[in-house]
Structures are given as structure tokens and as C-alpha cells.
DNA sequence: TGCTGTGAAGTGCTTCACAGCG
DNA sequence: CGCTGTGAAGCACTTCACAGCA
């Protein structure tokens, strides 16, 4: 259905967007909407309508002139396309509150997002079991990383610890990180580091208050 | 020590980077750094250093030619300049495994963002204590948030009944939200929506994996 | 006819380069 | 002399407008 992939150089802010676009087409999917124009998808989800059909266009012909887009296919398409419609496993670093809630969130397993090892640098915690997972000791986490196909790490620590957390990922040999720690990392050009901070959100907020202004 | 704002249009990219600029500067704050030049903070928040030039000129002239800024006062004009200088109080609506990892959180209350009232549409859970506070019926929101001088939501239900949970805050006056639920939610052009997806991030991740390419 | 796919135009953010001041 | 503050240049993303196809 899709021809190949047009080879240029793809904002990040497509990608961000084809995001939502796979969250918005879900919904319309369970609501038994099969086909979708750019307009109506657009405007759920915010955009301009030849942002939609130009950010797709990146990645191949999914649409039917005069109709629009097939529901289905497209999220397809798209899941494909970023690489999303297979299993990634990741390793958590960082057993605290914060930690503790993200594997009791149970829908990243949903997505194919699947935790499967955790770690701490408190002795204490080692051996722990948390949401059936054994916590171990950061020191092993280059030996479960290979053994267990780890690709992606994501740092629940304390600020002060998430760029030793992401040196030992990097040590073995993870170039993918997902950061909730309130604290940037120094790494090499070639990781990819995605920042989670609600504070960042909620200033954004404050700031835009009508009363601040 | 500020001088006036400028008063321009603000990218939002510069308020998200002065919630960085802030993070980092409490981090050369806690190291006793007392003054720092644009560059290497740049450097540290991953920008260049004409951007931090640029972003804090908006507000005013906060640096000292041919030496740099005083670490802990760009931090109290940067956050004044922001609104997050003073007290925020939130209700928070879901209260769900989500919900509860938020109320245990206390960064938020560390940093002036209390949560002051939880709300969920489970008869089953009104009535329950969580950290400290009561679980109300979400009819009662408009009357707390009158009560209680509340200016932000937090969405924390499933995606399914977030759009309702707007609802019920825009019908209470709330005209900033904070939305957890993987859903776009509808809302008119004077409301603020932040949204927090987990999901995006991972598909950043994915996309940008070496294999995937 | 209606909607996609896409070059061209428009817009806004980022970077450069340097004047100006401590 | 060094670093800030800032106009001007550069670049990237967004929007427009329409050709092209079902």
C-alpha cells in the first residue's frame, strides 16, 4: 500500500506529531470510524491539515484521493514506519516512588514497551521484588542488558545520580534513554536522550496563566 | 536588578528552555557556582549560547558584561519572570494508579504546586483517603475550586473520560490543564492544555534507534 | 467532484557577528 | 579584555495553493 519512503532529512516535530496521530486514529478506531480525512484528523489533533498529509508524505503514499485515509492501515503505517508495531525492551534504573509507579503502569507492556530488568545502587533494595521483577545491582546491569536484548534505559534516580545511572547504561552499551530524573545528562552526540519533567509543563503553564500575565 | 520586560511575543520554545535553565542552575547552585557565563550554561542545558542570551532578554538584563550572571539571582528572575516564584494550588481528577504515583510524588509540593483536592467519578473510591486528602465526586469541583482558590487541573483517568474531566474543569473556572491521559482532549482557544505522554517519548526513542534506520 | 500529495511562499526560531559596557 | 545584549542573516518548519488522481 505504501511506496517506499521518501529519503530527506525528517523533523523531529513530525515525529512528535505522528505520535498523537496514532493516539487520535485509536480512538476514531474505536468509535468505528474506518476512513478519515487530513482535516477532521487534523483538527483533532490540533494541527493544520497539510501538516498531516506532508508529515505522512515522509514516509510513503497512505491516502486515497477524494476519500482520505483508511483508519486501520494508517496506524499501521504509521506504527511501522517509526518502528513501533514490535517488542522493545527496556531496563529501569532507580527503584523509588517514581519507579515503583511506572512499572505499575502496566501500558507500556500494552505497546510492546516491556521492562524487563530493574536496578538500584541501595543495597538495600537489592533482591527486593517489585511488581515481579528482582531489583539488582547496577553493576550487573551490562551482563542482563546483552543477555536479555536490552535496547532502550529509562532513569527513575534522584537527580544527583542520573548521570552515573546514564553512564552505566552507556557503558553497556544502551544509545537509547529515557530520563525522568530532574536533571539534564552530558552524553555523546550519538545517544538519544528523551527528557520526562512535569515541572518543565507545569511552568509552562504557570507562565501562560491568564492572572501571570 | 532587572530592568523592564520587553514586551514581544515569547516563543514557547524559550519558556521551555528557561524551565532547563532553571533545573540547571540549581544544580551549579548546589555545586557553589556563584557566577556562570552563557556559554558553558549553555553547554550544560544542550543549547547554543547566543539562545540563552537571546531567551533571558525577553525578560530583562539580568548579566554583567565581561563576567557573566550571578547563579542564584538569575534563578529568582527567571522563575519571578515565569510566576513560579509563589504557590500553585491544583486538583487533581482520577485517582488511579496514575493518580496516586502523582500524590506521592512531593517534588510538586517542594516546589509550590500543591495538589489540595482529588476527585474521581468511582462512588467506590469517594469517601477514600489518599496521601492526607479526601476523594470527592467530581460534582463537587466547581464548589472547591471556589473554595480553595484552585487554578490548575491535573487529568489522571483513562483516556476515555478525560475529555469529560475537562469539561468538568473548564465548567469550574480552571483555565489551565495539566493532561496525563494518552487523549487529546477538545478544549476552546483561551484554555492551556500541557499534555504528558510517556508514549511520544518512547516513540522518539524508537524511531532514532540505530537499528530502525 | 473531493481530497491527496507537493512545490512555492511565508513565518518564526536559531545562529552569527559585533557593538557596547563593566 | 571578556562577556553581554542585539540587529541582521540563516535556516527549518508551517501554511498556502493547486495540480493530479480516484
Not at 483508519?71 to 504509521?78: D, F, P, T
Not at 522493545?88 to 510492546?112: P, Y
Given at each position: 500500500m505504501a511506496n517506499q519512503p521518501k529519503s530527506k532529512h525528517i523533523p523531529c516535530a513530525t515525529i512528535q506529531r505522528l505520535a498523537t496521530y496514532v493516539q487520535v486514529l485509536e480512538n476514531f478506531s474505536r468509535d468505528n470510524v474506518e476512513v478519515i480525512s487530513s482535516n477532521p484528523l487534523a483538527e483533532a489533533c490540533g494541527v493544520n491539515g497539510s501538516q498531516v498529509r506532508k508529515d505522512l508524505a515522509y514516509f510513503g503514499e497512505f491516502g486515497i484521493r477524494g476519500v482520505g485515509y483508511h483508519v486501520k492501515s494508517l496506524i499501521a503505517a504509521i506504527t511501522s514506519s517509526l518502528g513501533v508495531d514490535r517488542e522493545w525492551r527496556m531496563a529501569l534504573i532507580g527503584v523509588g516512588n517514581l519507579g515503583k509507579a511506572i512499572l505499575n503502569h502496566g501500558e507500556f507492556r500494552a505497546r510492546?514497551?516491556?521492562?524487563?530488568a530493574i536496578f538500584d545502587c541501595d543495597p538495600f533494595k537489592i533482591g527486593e521484588i517489585v511488581h515481579g521483577l528482582e531489583v539488582h545491582c547496577t553493576r550487573d546491569l551490562k551482563d542482563m542488558v546483552s543477555d536479555l536484548n536490552i535496547e532502550i534505559g529509562i532513569i527513575t534516580t534522584p537527580p544527583e545520580r542520573a548521570q552515573r545511572a546514564a553512564q552505566h547504561l552507556m557503558d553497556a552499551g544502551i544509545t537509547s534513554i529515557l530520563n525522568f530524573a530532574p536533571a539534564r545528562i552530558k552524553v555523546p552526540e550519538r545517544i538519544n536522550v528523551e527528557y520526562v519533567d512535569f515541572f518543565h509543563h507545569l511552568y509552562a503553564l504557570a507562565f501562560n496563566h491568564p492572572m501571570t500575565r
Amino acid at each position: 500500500m505504501a511506496n517506499q519512503p521518501k529519503s530527506k532529512h525528517i523533523p523531529c516535530a513530525t515525529i512528535q506529531r505522528l505520535a498523537t496521530y496514532v493516539q487520535v486514529l485509536e480512538n476514531f478506531s474505536r468509535d468505528n470510524v474506518e476512513v478519515i480525512s487530513s482535516n477532521p484528523l487534523a483538527e483533532a489533533c490540533g494541527v493544520n491539515g497539510s501538516q498531516v498529509r506532508k508529515d505522512l508524505a515522509y514516509f510513503g503514499e497512505f491516502g486515497i484521493r477524494g476519500v482520505g485515509y483508511h483508519v486501520k492501515s494508517l496506524i499501521a503505517a504509521i506504527t511501522s514506519s517509526l518502528g513501533v508495531d514490535r517488542e522493545w525492551r527496556m531496563a529501569l534504573i532507580g527503584v523509588g516512588n517514581l519507579g515503583k509507579a511506572i512499572l505499575n503502569h502496566g501500558e507500556f507492556r500494552a505497546r510492546g514497551f516491556n521492562i524487563v530488568a530493574i536496578f538500584d545502587c541501595d543495597p538495600f533494595k537489592i533482591g527486593e521484588i517489585v511488581h515481579g521483577l528482582e531489583v539488582h545491582c547496577t553493576r550487573d546491569l551490562k551482563d542482563m542488558v546483552s543477555d536479555l536484548n536490552i535496547e532502550i534505559g529509562i532513569i527513575t534516580t534522584p537527580p544527583e545520580r542520573a548521570q552515573r545511572a546514564a553512564q552505566h547504561l552507556m557503558d553497556a552499551g544502551i544509545t537509547s534513554i529515557l530520563n525522568f530524573a530532574p536533571a539534564r545528562i552530558k552524553v555523546p552526540e550519538r545517544i538519544n536522550v528523551e527528557y520526562v519533567d512535569f515541572f518543565h509543563h507545569l511552568y509552562a503553564l504557570a507562565f501562560n496563566h491568564p492572572m501571570t500575565r
